[in-house]
């Protein structure tokens, strides 16, 4: 197993308001535990979100004496969300900061994947695949046909979302399960990354056998602020098991 992580600011913010935890070690009864989030808000509020959800998320999955994986996550961040809007409602500075979350526990070849917002988790092997679906007004207008992939890339309303952690009591949230394979990657990120790369550049990237997971990882960053480097660009992932030669 291997994981390597890297938050970059990017080229035109002033201050980098996504955060992440990553580990490859039981967190509670989680045999392993991976979050990306990406605050929004003025007065470094954004910035404030992020680090209090990842936190108060970790915090509950510790404290977890449930067994369920999906509950626990889901727990974690419905008290994280709960957590976050009585913060806010204390101090009206942070009034209307909320963040995007992305967890992922990994057990042998199993993968659970919670999110609420347009932070996405990707697996890249043999068969890459985009597993969390965006909360974003330009996602559920490609959703129904008034746009599609290619013209939501570059929608105005593209960073508009629809759902996020702080923003209601009753929050909604995704959770996936999906089978992985040797040699499969997780990769949790921002829309900092995203917004810069098309997918299959990715995905090439994360597939090239010359190179190792830190390179990798790097050079996703790297290239994403050659083109642009619009929003701050955070970037986890996670290789549990070495593929199998053929």
């Known amino acids: 197993m291997e994981t390597y992580s890297l938050t970059d600011i990017g080229q035109t913010r002033e201050m980098n308001q996504d955060y992440f935890f990553s580990s490859e070690e039981p967190v509670g009864n989680l045999p392993t535990l991976f979050i990306v989030a990406d605050g929004m808000g003025g007065h470094k509020a954004g910035e404030f979100a992020s680090c209090f959800t990842v936190e108060k998320v970790v915090e509950a999955v510790t404290g977890s004496k449930k067994e369920d994986i999906p509950e626990i996550l889901g727990d974690a961040i419905r008290n994280a969300n709960l957590a976050l809007i009585e913060y806010a409602g204390e101090h009206p500075q942070m009034h209307g900061m909320g963040t995007t979350v992305v967890a992922a ?142």
């Open 105 to 246: 526990v990994v057990t042998e070849n199993q993968l659970y994947v919670a999110n609420v917002g347009d932070s996405r988790l990707y697996i890249v092997g043999k068969n890459s695949r985009q597993v969390t679906r965006d909360h974003s007004l330009v996602q559920e207008m490609v959703r129904i046909g008034e746009l599609d992939e290619t013209q939501a890339r570059s929608h105005p309303d593209k960073n508009i979302i629809t759902r996020a952690i702080g923003a209601d009591k009753n929050l909604k949230i995704d959770v996936f399960e999906e089978q992985i394979e040797p040699g499969d990657k997780i990769l949790l990120c921002t829309d900092g990354l995203t917004n810069m790369l098309e997918d299959t550049a990715i995905f090439e990237i994360l597939n090239d056998a010359r190179s190792g997971l830190s390179e990798k990882v790097e050079q996703l960053v790297r290239q994403a602020n050659e083109n642009g480097g619009t929003d701050n660009i955070t970037v986890v992932v996670y290789q549990p098991m070495d593929e199998v030669a053929e």
